[in-house]
């Protein structure tokens, strides 16, 4: 056992080896304040490691090394893109830069948007007061020090401002060219009272990446985030959703993995006016080497809120998956609503699937559930489907797509959801 | 159609627990036979075994469907050769819509016949046809595979499936066991429909009151393991008034 006072030591010296000689990126004046900010958390806090106590089922070490190992890059020929029937705002990013020529034009009613580096130049004040605020709120009370090396290296990202309805979505994708790109995404995300926008990504991103997106959503606003985070096997990397919500807004987000070496989605969420509504989903589907961790954390702040957090994973042939899910109910939060489920199926009995959920309540009048459950496909299910002529595979993919279900169910649009669905069938009966 | 000849089997994970102990009968293309006999005699058992449900291990004897061996075969094989079983109890499978099971289940089996698929509009107007005569309601066939169904909407969700699938033997399991009258009525008359000279029945049953709606040609009386005796119609009679003993002290001695 390593004394706690010889493990900060470590962690802070491989932050300050990791940042020694790096130069912040250039900006303008609040930014360059705000990044300052962020990497002096960075060395007070020092990097993760896996003896710590929020990375003990993930070993931190590909996200923390000084450079990213190469990622093959996935051939996606003859797959029908993601999201490809929805008529959305595309918004292009390539090894994580910004590619404005393969975007279309910044242009939709009741949203602004520009990139980051645009931002850092001029002085919005919306911006300025978002960078880096959420992220920072968030090292309390677990210390999230990859967001804050993001906030100060990251030199890409887009600001997104919502002021009224918006009339499609606004559609982040991702592309690789590089195997070993190691990219750093920074989003800023303001919904104005009683606004509404869904923002979509997809796409693997980089060969390594570490992505932060801060959500503001006023009184009365909603938003909704749906994610795909690519299948390209071999990738590292680590997202935070940092989303604070104000009175009678709405947040409903959804993820949907295949595949990555190491994936980690940390979302940190504060319920901060009444009647709040914060819904978080997962579905996963890993195959051999992959690790995938959904790290949550919502703090109900205000009376009347609800929460939901609905995670499932399909894991085999030694795939890894983690769940940490924490629901705090501060003493103010009455009459709040939490719920929490998270299920692992696995296929094989090399698969792995580690759960953590917690409930942390001060309030008294509060309804607050939670449910981890693992298991295997269900062999009665499976001879009912085989004893109809469907073959063994195709049984169990029915199955698969069944247990998965219930997380896809979260997303609001139906047409997304269908989307989704499909492209998840498609990859499950390609490898059946 | 269907033969089986000195069938033996026991557990798989008990080799001591001897179930079939020597199960012989033929059932004609067009004929309907019963199998009747008291709890634990092996009725059930005998349907898994046919249709090839885990967990049973066949020690001894042949069953054959148009003398294909079906025991060489997985369960989608017998399907496809035309087998069916009404399970006594139809699982339900959340997050599956009945609609999508069942198109994915005729299809299945139409390519394994090497027949064509059925479009989403053909498949439609089949389904809904053959819904109707059975009172299944569009809301049904909506929903997940008999998840919040009654016993008397599974069991009519079975003889759907049977309808649209076509299977040449049927081998129904305790088809009547939770259902009231009409439920019985309504599941009998979706199996006399299907009834003709190409088709035939191996009909599960503790009472005798279904055969009053299914009526049997052959009746079999099956006791440990084994066909005790074999009759007419009137031994399905026989038994309703006077119980198993009778048949039992007689097969004893």
């Known amino acids: ?432 | 159609m269907l033969e089986i000849n000195n069938l033996h089997c026991e557990l798989e994970e008990d080799s001591e627990v001897k179930i079939l102990r020597g199960v012989s009968l033929s059932v004609k293309p067009g004929e309907v036979h019963a199998i009747m006999g008291p709890n634990g005699s092996g009725k059930s058992t005998l349907s898994y075994v046919l249709s090839g449900r885990d967990g049973y291990e066949v020690t001894e004897g042949s069953a054959t469907l148009e003398g294909a061996d079906l025991l060489e075969m997985e369960p989608e094989e017998r399907a496809a050769a035309g087998l069916f079983l009404a399970f006594q109890y139809p699982v339900e499978i959340p997050g599956v819509g009945n609609m999508t099971f069942l198109r994915t289940a005729v299809n299945a089996q139409r390519k394994a016949r090497g027949q064509d698929e059925l479009s989403a509009g053909e498949f439609l107007k089949l389904v809904r046809a053959k819904a109707r005569e059975l009172q299944i309601d569009a809301e049904m066939l909506k929903r997940p595979v008999n998840v919040g169904f009654s016993g008397g909407e599974k069991k009519r969700n079975e003889i759907l499936q049977m309808a649209m699938l076509e299977p040449k033997m049927c081998v129904l399991d305790e088809t009547d066991s939770g259902l009231d009258v009409d439920a019985m009525k309504l599941v009998s008359d979706g199996v006399n429909a299907l009834r003709d000279a190409g088709r035939s029945f191996l009909v599960i049953t503790h009472y005798q009151r279904l055969l009053n709606h299914i009526k049997p040609d052959v009746v079999h009386i099956m006791s440990e393991g084994r066909i005790i005796k074999t009759g007419g119609p009137e031994l399905a009679l026989e038994v309703e008034e006077n119980g198993y003993g009778d048949l039992l002290a007689e097969a004893a001695s």
Request: aromatic share 6%; with cysteine; hydrophobic share 45%.
């Open chain 1, 1 to 432: 056992m390593i004394p706690r006072a010889k493990l900060k030591a470590q962690k802070v010296d491989a932050a300050g080896a990791l940042l020694d000689g790096v130069a912040l990126p250039e900006g303008g004046a609040w930014i360059t304040r705000a990044r300052k900010a962020a990497r002096e958390r960075v060395l007070e806090m020092g990097l993760p490691v896996k003896r710590d106590e929020y990375w003990k089922y993930t070993d931190p070490r590909r996200l923390t090394d000084a450079g990213a190992a190469p990622a093959a890059l996935h051939d996606t020929q003859g797959e029908a893109p993601v999201f490809g029937q929805i008529d959305r705002v595309k918004l292009v990013f390539v090894d994580g830069v910004f590619d404005p020529q393969a975007s279309d034009a910044m242009d939709l009613a009741g949203v602004e948007i520009c990139t980051l580096a645009q931002a850092g130049e001029s002085d919005l004040h919306w911006a300025r007061d978002l960078y880096g605020t959420l992220e920072a709120r968030g090292q309390r009370p677990v210390e999230r020090s990859l967001a804050s090396l993001n906030t100060a290296q990251a030199r890409e990202g887009l600001l997104i401002r919502v002021t009224a309805k918006a009339e499609k979505p606004i559609s982040i994708i991702y592309h690789r060219s590089s195997a070993e790109a190691d990219a750093m995404v920074h989003h800023l995300v303001r919904v104005e009272a009683g606004a509404e926008a869904t923002i979509l990504e997809n796409g693997p991103l980089a060969a390594r990446f570490n992505q932060v997106m801060e959500v503001d959503i006023a009184d009365g606003a909603t938003l909704h985030h749906v994610r795909a985070q690519g299948r390209d096997h071999e990738r590292a990397g680590v997202a935070h959703l940092f989303a604070r919500l104000g009175a009678r807004s709405q947040l409903k987000s959804f993820t949907l993995t295949a595949n990555g070496a190491l994936i980690r989605n940390e979302a940190v969420v504060w319920l901060d006016g009444a009647e709040g509504s914060a819904h978080l989903a997962g579905a996963t589907v890993g195959d051999g080497a992959f690790h995938h961790d959904d790290t949550v954390y919502i703090t109900h702040g205000a009376p009347r809120c609800e929460s939901r957090q609905v995670f499932k994973k399909v894991l085999r042939h030694g795939a890894v998956g983690v769940f940490q899910g924490k629901i705090l109910v501060d003493q103010i939060a009455q009459l709040t609503d939490g719920y929490q489920i998270s299920q692992s199926l696995l296929l094989d009995e090399d698969a792995q699937f580690l759960a953590k959920p917690e409930l942390e309540i001060y309030a008294d009048d509060v309804k607050c559930s939670h449910g981890s459950t693992s298991g295997e496909i269900d062999p009665v299910q499976l001879f009912y489907l085989r004893a109809r002529g469907l073959s063994e595979d195709t049984a169990k993919l029915l199955l698969v797509l069944a247990f998965l279900a219930e997380a896809l169910d979260e997303i609001e649009d139906a047409g997304l959801a269908e989307d989704l669905r499909d492209r998840l069938e498609a990859w499950l009966a390609r490898r059946a």
